[in-house]
């Protein structure tokens, strides 16, 4: 039997009343997780969820999910291939939002050690799945002004990669290694939360999820 309780739950009550008090300074994240009956079944059974390689992915992505894991690898001291995602801070309306989008899932509540933990911001995280630079607004920069310097760092990526003789929709592989280099420094600003203020919404990825990490498990019903 798992350490945990398990119940049923429409979604909206399967989470609490009350505001979720997320802490991303903690020692262990409060985090949370929907998983499909499949992998939860897999984590009670063998008490410890790895990456399905049959969820990986999509290619349109591929790039930015590859430099995600290589940031882990370099960053936390597991290893694994691929990752486990959670919620870190999430506004408790749009957890039960997801979770009335995953009926017959399972929504994991989670302690998670820090140190086994990556923390991304989830709104710039668009910026590495889109091979984007990631640039900040300056704080006496108007909305004009910010939005003409992106055009132009923008335009001045678009042509580097041309002028190397490689279209931009081209696998990111085979872009030439200083842009690539300039915009993984750009992107390695999301993975820490001092560069952000207190109410933003936050990813974690893991290498794998175990079963004593979890704290609760709610089967979603129709």
Same mark, same amino acid.
């Given at each position: 039997m798992p350490a945990f309780p398990i119940r049923s739950a429409?979604? +909206?009550?399967?989470?609490?009343?009350?505001? /979720?008090?997320?802490?991303?300074s903690e020692d262990r994240l409060l985090l949370h997780t929907i998983q499909t009956a499949e992998a939860f079944e897999a984590l009670l059974t063998n008490e410890v969820l790895n990456p399905n390689p049959s969820m990986a992915e999509p290619p349109l992505h591929a790039d930015g999910y590859d430099w995600m894991y290589r940031q882990m690898d370099a960053r936390l001291p597991t290893t694994g291939d691929g990752a486990i995602w959670l919620? +870190?801070?999430?506004?408790?309306?749009?957890? /039960?939002?997801l979770c009335g989008l995953a009926p017959g899932q399972v929504l994991l509540t989670c302690r998670v050690p820090r140190e086994r933990v990556l923390l991304s911001h989830f709104g710039d995280w668009h910026a590495v799945l889109?091979?984007?630079?990631?640039i900040i607004e300056h704080p006496d920069e108007n909305d004009e002004a910010y939005g003409a310097r992106?055009?132009?760092?923008?335009?001045?990526?678009?042509?580097?990669?041309?002028? +190397?003789?490689?279209s931009p929709n081209a696998g990111y592989r085979h872009w030439p290694a200083d842009v690539r280099t300039e915009l993984e420094d750009s992107w390695a600003f999301i993975l820490d939360p001092a560069n952000y203020g207190r109410y933003e919404s936050w990813q974690a990825t893991v290498h794998a999820l175990r079963s004593d990490d979890v704290v609760q498990a709610v089967r979603i019903k129709d």
């Open positions: 429409r979604p +909206a009550v399967a989470i609490p009343p009350g505001r /979720m008090r997320h802490d991303i919620w +870190a801070r999430i506004r408790r309306q749009t957890l /039960m939002d889109n091979r984007h630079p990631l992106l055009d132009r760092i923008f335009e001045d990526v678009d042509s580097r990669v041309r002028a +190397a003789g490689v």
